[in-house]
């Protein structure tokens, strides 16, 4: 099925606030891809596994954007179909004070680690998550390193979390820049 | 005298960290065990020790200049994560690649199929316990680390296609070393068939442990030898035929349960060493058929500047599965957002559900079988 | 004694550190015999610790593989630190992992040598703007030689398992642990 024909099924079911805002392939948008409502995420991708036309079973990918300058930041889920072979992306924006989405565990296992990711590194909260701490980082790590706004830390335990650039350290002439060097 | 009475709250449970420093050689990996003597109740995994960062290295680098970091996703196969991330820029950017530069993307990745499938099934051989298989392997991928270095001049991080082709040419002579060396390396695979695969402990120690079902694959989100072995016979390279595959003949190994059930560890090594087998014969086609393709043609018509605006997501076969590359441009040099879609990830979460009431020994068979490299998990 | 007895003398450039005289083993004194003894059979069995983090561990196993051969150098790889001597840290070290070098390297027991291997343990690599990666293992440890590559070739790190030999047979252990005169 196309995206597009997806996307009336989907708007059928469930309304114009849950599914909205269609973008298709364009020079900017290499895959067509649709909103959802954050809060309504999950019956919606339980129709989507569920139903035999769509028969979508595999999460490809589950990615989020910091977006400082809209005061969004969005969860984007690849989902792809083996039976059918067609592949649907779904995009829900959420707010950056307070980021927090329903969990899609029980309708992908493979959702448990994604959405662990997505909360280490960008403080994206999914309620009804099992297990979710931080996976990627140590656990007493503070901050989210993904978001645009993130500043590293001076040191960490005691370790200093830079090191001094050797060339203006030894004042290493390099060539081109400066006349004397070969 | 007094009964000592046994209870089952008498908990003889143990703790014990399987820590991030083992000798395996899949990288740094931490799991916390609770295990009853020698049956797992629960192992949990810890990652995040080689977490470098890649991710937000690529929001500071342009987008060609950002290729030596994708060598680092996966090292063991990192041609694969070239062709990634290169084909998800050129679908951004709207780059034809040029036939001769696809043959030589297909006979670098095939060549590195083979040596990341090298390292995969000596390393599972020698967590088992026997040692011989693991110098057998190292010594074939040695021959192909200098195939590689004459191409492109490294050993393991390639660096080698860039946005819009590859950037150097065969050597003269080179086709025909790759293809003497093909004519001696079907033959050690069936040695290396007698030495270990058909091997009776071997055997033993594999078939029946930790059972994968293709629905239980699919919903964990396992892809590529993993998912195949669980008897579903599904390969990027025939389903969505990018580069030039489609011009290719080849089979795709499923596993059958010959040894056990359709979807233990056995399947998930025989499928990898048969997958050796199909890559040497793509490897011979694609060395002819690169002949009609004219010399020199490797990169196509790239814009003057590459500051493209919007996103796309491309994936390619890696040798480890399904590897997708998702990646925004927002009309500045530098990408907004990479994202790395390994099968490694996946295939570490299945593992918490799938250890309770496996043997300690199991659970590194297991691990084995899945063929994780930490880098991909991190990344 | 005569010097026909120079079943173990030691090379003639060993001999000019250690003392004047041209003669075998006999005539030089106990503790630079010693000292030399030593030294040979520790040299010569540098076992290392298996601790590979990442790309440049796949150059270690290579280099324990069939061509580029560690243990012709009596390089044996152990799983323990408290049965090795020379500590190989391959790969890039992120902090979470950091606190454990940390504690494998106190485990180990002396005498203890450690080499460096990969741009990334020597000083960060190319991960410099990376916000999880320690910049270099000698925030950490001290280092003895460092191996530069990313990743380095099997033979550049067999220099460097070369250079840690020549470290250790300039090694005065006795005066070092007992403060003999001499040294």
């Not at chain 1, 959802?36 to 028969?55: G, M, S």
């Not at chain 1, 978001?147 to 040191?155: L, S």
């Not at chain 2, 390393?123 to 026997?130: E, S, T």
């Amino acid at each position: 099925m196309t995206p597009e024909a997806i996307f009336k099924r989907l708007q059928e079911k469930f309304g114009e606030e849950t599914v909205f805002d269609f973008h298709e392939v364009s020079d900017k948008n290499r895959d067509a891809w649709f909103q959802v409502a954050p809060f309504e995420i999950e019956p919606v991708c339980e129709y989507l596994k569920t139903e035999p036309d769509l028969a979508f079973d595999y999460l490809e990918s589950m990615t989020g954007v910091d977006y400082p300058d809209d005061k969004k930041i969005v969860v984007v889920d690849h989902i792809y179909s083996y039976g059918h072979k067609h592949r649907v992306i779904l995009k829900a924006f959420l707010d950056r004070e307070d980021p927090a989405m329903p969990t899609l565990v029980n309708v992908w296992s493979t959702a448990n680690w994604h959405e662990r990711e997505c909360f280490d590194l960008l403080g994206v909260l999914f309620e009804g998550h099992p297990d979710l701490r931080r996976i990627l980082l140590p656990d007493d790590w503070e901050g989210h390193p993904l978001r645009k706004d993130y500043e590293e830390k001076e040191e960490y335990h005691g370790i200093p979390t830079q090191r001094p650039n050797p060339i203006e350290l030894y004042k290493i002439g390099v060539p081109g820049k400066d006349k004397k060097a070969s | 005298m007094s009964e000592v009475i046994f209870t089952n709250e008498m908990d003889e449970e143990m703790t014990l960290n399987m820590g991030p420093h083992h000798p395996s050689t899949h990288g740094v990996l931490r799991f916390i065990i609770q295990s009853d003597g020698e049956i797992i109740r629960k192992a949990v995994p810890d990652v995040g020790y080689l977490h470098r960062s890649i991710e937000k290295i690529a929001e500071r680098n342009t987008y060609p200049g950002f290729m030596p970091y994708t060598d680092r996703v996966d090292y063991v196969a990192a041609m694969f994560s070239n062709e990634c991330w290169s084909m998800a820029c050129e679908k951004l950017m709207g780059i034809e690649v040029p036939k001769r530069a696809s043959y030589l993307r297909v006979i670098s990745c095939e060549l590195n199929r083979i040596a990341s499938h090298m390292i995969a099934l000596g390393a599972m051989a020698m967590d088992i316990g026997a040692v011989t298989p693991f110098p057998w392997t190292l010594r074939e991928r040695e021959y192909i680390n200098d195939f590689t270095e004459e191409l492109c001049g490294a050993r393991l991080t390639y660096n080698y296609h860039r946005i819009g082709g590859v950037s150097w040419d065969m050597p003269k002579g080179w086709a025909d070393k790759v293809k003497r060396w093909l004519d001696n390396f079907e033959p050690i695979m069936k040695e290396f068939d007698r030495l270990i695969t058909l091997n009776d402990i071997f055997v033993k120690r594999l078939a029946n442990v930790a059972v994968i079902t293709t629905e239980e694959a699919k919903d964990w989100g396992l892809v590529g030898p993993n998912l195949r072995a669980s008897g579903f016979a599904w390969d990027l390279r025939k389903e969505d035929g990018y580069s030039v595959y489609p011009e290719l003949e080849f089979n795709i190994p499923v596993g059958k349960g010959e040894m056990g059930t359709v979807g233990d560890c056995w399947d998930r090594f025989y499928v990898r060493v048969e997958e050796c087998k199909e890559s040497a014969k793509i490897l011979r086609q694609a060395l002819d058929k690169i002949n009609e393709h004219p010399e020199d043609d490797i990169v196509g018509r790239l814009p003057k500047k590459m500051k493209p605006e919007g996103e796309a997501y491309a994936r390619v076969e890696s040798a480890r599965g399904d590897m997708g590359c998702y990646v925004i441009g927002k009309g500045g040099e530098e990408a907004y957002r990479a994202k790395f879609r390994t099968g490694s990830f996946t295939a570490m979460s299945i593992i918490e559900a799938k250890s309770p009431g496996l043997f300690l020994a199991d659970l590194v068979a297991l691990i084995a079988s899945f063929d994780v490299v930490a880098p991909e998990i991190d990344r | 004694m005569s010097a026909n007895l120079n079943l173990m003398a030691p090379p003639k450039g060993l001999d000019a550190k250690y003392s004047d005289d041209q003669g075998s083993v006999i005539t030089t004194n106990v503790d630079q015999v010693i000292n030399w003894l030593l030294n040979w059979g520790r040299s010569n069995s540098v076992w290392y610790l298996l601790f590979g983090l990442a790309c440049c561990a796949i150059e270690l196993m290579q280099t324990g593989g069939p061509r580029g051969d560690l243990e012709r150098f009596g390089a044996a790889p152990r799983p323990s630190p408290r049965s090795s001597d020379l500590f190989i840290i391959a790969g890039t070290l992120t902090y979470k992992m950091a606190l454990r070098v940390k504690r494998l390297y106190d485990q180990m027991s002396e005498p203890r040598f450690v080499i460096s291997m990969g741009s990334c343990s020597n000083c960060g690599g190319l991960f410099q703007y990376a916000y999880s990666v320690c910049k270099g293992v000698d925030q950490i440890i001290p280092v003895d030689v460092y191996v530069p590559g990313c990743p380095p070739r099997p033979e550049a790190l067999l220099e460097g398992l070369l250079k840690i030999q020549e470290k250790i047979k300039n090694e005065k252990y006795l005066q070092r642990r007992y403060g003999v005169v001499g040294a």
